[in-house]
């Protein structure tokens, strides 16, 4: 059974920094393009930024640009998003995927992903 188990969420000032990690079970990662998204209360599931399996290609979206880096440890099989300079706006529950088509480069559709974990909770205060 494949899972996918995010950590590292919480609450922090506006300007602070968080790390969030994916790590995933019953399946080997390293081909996959890994994923984080998030969704706001009220709002779209939203792309946040991508990975391909080999790490050298990544994709942000415009509004993290700069400010989130995502990076991946295929021995650890996990998956890691370095959040900095937050902003209230950044407040949602962040979710990692996995798209399971092997040795893609990145993508920003949720269509794309096969495996979702159930999200942490980042929220940042004014």
């Known amino acids: 059974q494949v899972q996918l188990v995010e950590s590292g969420g919480g609450l922090v000032q506006a300007g602070g920094s968080l790390r969030l990690s994916c790590t995933a079970s019953?399946?080997?990662?390293?081909?996959?393009?890994m994923g984080w998204f998030r969704q706001a209360p009220g709002k779209e599931r939203e792309f946040v930024a991508s990975?391909?399996?080999?790490?050298?290609?990544?994709y942000y979206a415009d509004s993290v640009k700069g400010r989130f880096t995502i990076s991946r440890d295929n021995a650890k099989n996990t998956v890691y998003l370095q959040m900095n300079s937050l902003r209230p706006e950044d407040t949602a529950v962040y979710h990692c995927?996995?798209?399971?088509?092997?040795?893609?480069?990145?993508?920003?559709?949720?269509?794309?992903?096969?495996?979702w974990g159930q999200g942490t909770q980042v929220t940042v205060s004014s």
């Open positions: 019953g399946v080997t990662i390293s081909t996959y393009t």
């Open positions: 990975i391909s399996w080999s790490g050298d290609r990544t």
């Open positions: 995927a996995a798209d399971a088509t092997a040795f893609r480069l990145g993508s920003l559709a949720t269509t794309t992903y096969d495996y």
